[in-house]
């Protein structure tokens, strides 16, 4: 059926202010699953007053998994679903070498604005820049973010060279997401790294056996959690096409990456344990990851003239 965002959209007041959404997981074999890790703390688990939890996936990952649902690694390039939609793509001497989708920074990318070229940080210093203001006007840096990534929208930004505004350019996450268990305990295991030909061979240098141990978790309920802030992307002031592709965007990733694209790692392969809930605003029913996969070429063709480069692709060619 066709995508309703009527109610996210309204004509008229209240105006809803966040789309919240939970989806239940379960692991799709079995009961363990390995949470995500952090240098010298190892899992993050914590106690709230609903007794001990664990984060099972951070923002930071979960904004880079959103942005790959959107990636077609054989092709090196959008899903034919999103083509025409705006990024920038980084080439090495000819050959496709990364894009603001897969930079951890995204137009912050060393290999957009670092090269021996400045031809692409001369252009967005150009573009950013407004007579008279010596600090940064939001509506007008969200006009220039949409003209080379419209995800820089959604996932936020932050561009930290002087050049640009002093280091004052930053867009905060529009669209936001983590997961987190509860009821977690601790299933303790290992394993042993065997070596056939050398059981006691120098284990600093790869030789001999080499035992470990590994805490994996089972919990009592797995969850995903997504917000999406409407006010922010209102408050870009670019418009209603604009705002209608940017929230359709974001359910697109939400319902793309709960459809099957939950296999966090090796040990953590997730899925729907039961249909997605709308929290906030009341009364919403998620659209089905078809529905909004059909309306999006659709949403992407009504903003064309917004995008820059070719059917949406600024070209940056990369040499140190």
Known sequence: MPLDLSALLPA??????????EADLKPVQGSRFQPTGFPDLGAAVYETRDGTRLLVESAQSMANRLELSCWDPASDELISTLRGLSYVRVDIGGQFATSSILEAHRLNSPYMLEGKSKDFLKKLKEDLTVPGRAVPDRRHVAKVLLRYDAGALLHGLF???????GGQVRVERALSSFVEAEG???AASGGVKKDMLDPSGDTERGFGHVPFARDEYTADRIAAYFNVD???IRGYGLGASAERLLIGLALFKITRLLDGRMRLRTACDLELAAAPKVIRPAGYLLPS???????MPGLIAACRDLFGGTNGITRVDYEK
Do not use: H
Not at 159 to 165: E, G, R, S, V, Y
Not at 289 to 295: I, R, S
């Open 289 to 295: 990851a078809t529905d909004v996969a059909q309306a």
């Open 12 to 21: 008229k007041e209240p105006l809803p202010s966040r789309l919240l959404v």
């Open 159 to 165: 561009f930290a060279k002087q050049d640009l505004f």
């Open 230 to 232: 409407l006010d922010q």
């Open 184 to 186: 977690v305990r601790v």
